[in-house]
């Protein structure tokens, strides 16, 4: 009788069935341990017990043809990759990933392994940018402080005063910026292309500085790494955010001095002295008995060192704002929620309070009428046609902006009376104080 094939392929006597002895299964002929065979010896597939099926195929064997000769030749002769050894690794890669996974270390990393920077890969470059973030990474992990606004007497007389440096910024943020800055446009001059994403995390360094100049600075060298017409709605709102310090941390949580005061709303820049008979000089005598005897420079332009500017003065115009507003727009640019609430808390630190009233009117249709002097006002409409996912749907972030638009100019009646309206217009629940 003949034998039978198992489904591995190994022949088995009708004999064995039948007694209990266990007979080791011979080598398969495609053993490892054999001696290899030439091309022209290899089977055709055809031969399914050669792969363990169990059964043959009635069709013939078929001779293998030229070009798979060839074919076959050509893979076998193909070098097999063999993974690097740990001795010829780059340099840098050890501190890098060393530095990800422990990020409290990352400024010595910066530090110590300036060169090693110089040669990520763009890429990597980019992820190591991101891992310091401001505001995704440093504010999250790293800021003991948190929202906390550290006033004068705050940094005086306790322990918070040892995280911030005399015009009340973050040191953390300070400390760290010079290395980034230094280590992205080093590695621009060396020929490295700066991505986009690079860009966006050096706009919120400057903003997390309180230095409008430099977010400028930076958002004009854009056109000397020609990534300028890369630029979309998210970019644009991030120069927003950081040229006009909108955001919360942008401003050091400090809601004290980024109220409009009368003196932010006089137009004339240059100083008068003390004695001369006109508004400006009385509001800054003013200002100044009230400010003589402090020795730290809170709510001052950090980038001038060696004269007083305050942060409030240099945002008091509308023009800027209207250049980066009208730019979007011309471009053809999406706009968001993002860039809108930012272009309205820009505006509202002018003190024109109709610029607001047209944004909000432009956008979201929301109409107000009446005098704001009688307190005889009434809000209406709200618009409703946003596609599902559009970035214009309105979100706790359009309340945040309205609270911190009317607040920020002692308008707390008009700003009780937007939410009220605004939250049940798109059914929004209102927010707990400094949560967007």
Same mark, same amino acid.
């Given at each position: 009788?003949?034998? =039978?094939?198992? +489904?591995? @392929?190994?022949?088995?006597?009708?004999?064995?069935?039948?007694?209990?002895?266990?007979?080791?299964?011979?080598?398969?002929?495609?053993?490892?341990?054999?001696?290899? *065979?030439?091309?022209?010896?290899?089977?055709?597939?055809?031969?399914?017990?050669?792969?363990?099926?169990?059964?043959?195929?009635?069709?013939?064997?078929?001779?293998?043809?030229?070009?798979?000769?060839?074919?076959?030749? !050509?893979?076998?002769?193909?070098?097999?990759?063999? *993974?690097?050894?740990?001795?010829?690794?780059?340099?840098?890669?050890?501190?890098?990933?060393?530095?990800?996974?422990?990020?409290?270390?990352?400024?010595?990393?910066?530090?110590?392994?300036?060169?090693?920077?110089?040669?990520?890969?763009?890429?990597?470059?980019?992820?190591?940018?991101?891992?310091?973030?401001?505001?995704?990474?440093?504010?999250?992990?790293? %800021?003991? &402080?948190? %929202?906390?606004?550290?006033?004068?007497?705050?940094? %005086?007389?306790?322990?918070?005063?040892?995280?911030?440096?005399?015009?009340?910024?973050?040191?953390?943020?300070?400390?760290?910026?010079?290395?980034?800055?230094?280590?992205?446009?080093?590695?621009?001059?060396?020929?490295?292309?700066?991505? &986009?994403?690079?860009?966006?995390?050096?706009?919120?360094?400057? @903003?997390?500085?309180?230095?409008?100049?430099?977010?400028?600075?930076?958002?004009?060298?854009?056109?000397?790494?020609? *990534?300028?017409?890369?630029?979309?709605?998210?970019?644009?709102?991030?120069? &927003?955010?950081?040229?006009?310090?909108?955001?919360?941390?942008?401003?050091?949580?400090?809601?004290? %001095?980024?109220?409009?005061?009368?003196?932010?709303?006089?137009?004339?820049?240059?100083?008068?002295?003390?004695?001369?008979?006109?508004? &400006?000089?009385?509001?800054?005598?003013?200002?100044?008995?009230?400010?003589?005897?402090? =020795?730290?420079?809170?709510?001052?332009?950090?980038?001038?060192?060696?004269?007083?500017?305050?942060?409030?003065?240099?945002?008091?115009? /509308?023009?800027?704002?209207?250049?980066?507003?009208?730019?979007?727009?011309?471009?053809?640019?999406?706009?968001?929620?993002?860039?809108?609430?930012?272009?309205?808390?820009?505006?509202?630190?002018?003190?024109?309070?109709?610029?607001?009233? /047209?944004?909000?009117?432009?956008?979201?249709?929301?109409?107000? !009428?009446?005098?704001?002097?009688?307190?005889?006002? /009434?809000?209406?409409?709200?618009?409703?046609?946003?596609?599902?996912?559009?970035?214009?749907?309105?979100?706790?972030?359009?309340?945040?902006?309205?609270?911190?638009?009317? @607040?920020?100019?002692?308008?707390?009646?008009?700003? +009780?009376?937007?939410?009220?309206?605004? /939250?049940?217009?798109?059914?929004?629940?209102?927010?707990?104080?400094?949560?967007?």
């Amino acid at each position: 009788m003949a034998p =039978l094939v198992s +489904c591995r @392929g190994i022949r088995v006597p009708l004999k064995s069935r039948q007694t209990t002895a266990v007979k080791l299964p011979r080598k398969l002929s495609h053993s490892t341990t054999q001696q290899a *065979k030439p091309i022209s010896a290899i089977p055709y597939p055809g031969d399914f017990i050669h792969h363990g099926f169990g059964h043959q195929l009635e069709e013939e064997r078929q001779p293998l043809e030229q070009d798979e000769l060839l074919l076959l030749r !050509t893979l076998l002769a193909r070098p097999v990759a063999k *993974k690097p050894s740990p001795a010829k690794r780059s340099p840098w890669i050890d501190g890098f990933t060393g530095a990800f996974r422990q990020p409290q270390k990352m400024l010595s990393y910066f530090k110590e392994n300036k060169l090693e920077i110089l040669q990520l890969p763009p890429t990597a470059f980019s992820e190591l940018l991101r891992s310091v973030d401001p505001i995704e990474a440093i504010r999250k992990d790293q %800021d003991p &402080l948190g %929202d906390i606004w550290v006033d004068p007497v705050m940094a %005086d007389w306790s322990p918070l005063g040892a995280l911030v440096n005399n015009y009340g910024i973050r040191k953390r943020n300070t400390a760290i910026y010079p290395l980034v800055h230094e280590a992205a446009f080093r590695r621009f001059r060396d020929g490295s292309p700066l991505l &986009l994403s690079d860009y966006k995390v050096l706009l919120r360094y400057a @903003g997390s500085i309180s230095d409008p100049i430099l977010a400028r600075k930076i958002w004009f060298h854009m056109n000397v790494s020609e *990534k300028m017409w890369e630029r979309h709605t998210g970019m644009y709102a991030e120069f &927003l955010k950081a040229r006009f310090l909108t955001e919360p941390l942008y401003t050091q949580n400090n809601r004290h %001095d980024f109220r409009v005061k009368p003196v932010n709303l006089f137009p004339e820049k240059r100083f008068l002295p003390y004695f001369t008979p006109d508004n &400006l000089s009385q509001l800054r005598q003013m200002n100044f008995d009230e400010t003589n005897k402090r =020795l730290d420079k809170f709510g001052q332009n950090p980038g001038a060192e060696h004269k007083v500017e305050y942060l409030m003065r240099m945002l008091r115009r /509308s023009s800027p704002i209207d250049l980066v507003f009208g730019t979007a727009r011309n471009r053809v640019h999406l706009l968001s929620e993002e860039f809108i609430c930012a272009a309205m808390i820009a505006y509202a630190r002018t003190g024109v309070m109709e610029d607001v009233q /047209s944004v909000l009117w432009f956008n979201y249709k929301i109409d107000v !009428t009446g005098s704001i002097e009688t307190g005889d006002l /009434s809000i209406t409409g709200g618009r409703r046609d946003f596609f599902p996912g559009s970035p214009m749907a309105p979100t706790t972030r359009l309340l945040q902006a309205i609270a911190t638009c009317y @607040g920020s100019n002692g308008m707390i009646a008009m700003a +009780c009376k937007m939410l009220d309206h605004v /939250s049940a217009a798109y059914k929004l629940p209102i927010p707990p104080i400094g949560v967007v």
